[in-house]
T-cell receptor
């Protein structure tokens, strides 16, 4: 497709389970970002990739969160031993290059609910 | 001090009026700024990009930047009900140039 694709669109899981969220960026976009948005809140930066490397992981809330990107394309965000406070919409965005002059294009997000 | 501050709103304006959305930021090194619009339940979408002091106009939207005051604003002229959304101010970090810092957003409601 032409836009950023995220899957699944919705995920409901029990506390303590692991979840994996997927992001397929726009073809040719080298930069990829993960954000988290809780209900009624702003966007919380999680991690950023330039190609396959992650220069900035400062936003990951805990060591239960990890992300990888392979082939400079698809990225997965993994949350281990989920907690109820992990419930949020997880947004992925991609851009052509450095953010200083390139807008980010967002996917529709994954709505994660932890029971 | 928060990195990016915006009036949380909700800001209500009548249809046809000018809506003024304000944003202040703490990173003096920030040089470029985005404004995103987010409809309820949807993802953010870019509406403006500004990097020079002064005004930048695009249709009904005008972005204003004052780096000395660390202030950026968005004006929406002839506001329409379809403009009702949350507007996110997003400076580019002055140290990590690939990192965008999103503000908490201002909720705008345009009353018909």
């Amino acid at each position: 497709g032409a836009g950023v694709s995220q899957s699944p669109s919705n995920k409901v899981t029990e506390k303590g389970k692991d979840v994996e969220l997927r992001c397929d960026p726009i073809s040719g976009h080298t930069a990829l970002y993960w954000y988290r948005q809780s209900l009624g809140q702003g966007l919380e930066f999680l991690i950023y990739f330039q190609g396959n490397s992650a220069p900035d992981k400062s936003g990951l809330p805990s060591d239960r969160f990890s992300a990888e990107r392979t082939g400079g394309s698809v990225s997965t965000l993994t949350i281990q031993r989920t907690q109820q406070e992990d419930s949020a919409v997880y947004l992925c965005a991609s851009s052509l290059g450095t953010a200083s002059n390139q807008p980010q294009h967002f996917g529709d997000g994954t709505r994660l609910s932890i029971l | 001090q928060k990195e990016v501050e915006q009036n949380s709103g909700p800001l209500s304006v009548p249809e046809g009026a000018i809506a003024s959305l304000n944003c202040t930021y703490s990173d003096r090194g920030s040089q470029s700024f985005f404004w995103y619009r987010q409809y309820s339940g949807k993802s953010p979408e870019l509406i403006m990009f500004i990097y020079s002091n002064g005004d930048k106009e695009d249709g009904r939207f005008t972005a204003q930047l004052n780096k000395a005051s660390q202030y950026v604003s968005l004006l929406i002229r002839d506001s329409q009900p379809s403009d009702s959304a949350t507007y996110l101010c997003a400076p580019i970090s002055g140290t990590s140039y690939d990192k965008v810092i999103f503000g908490p957003g201002t909720s705008l409601s345009v009353i018909p």
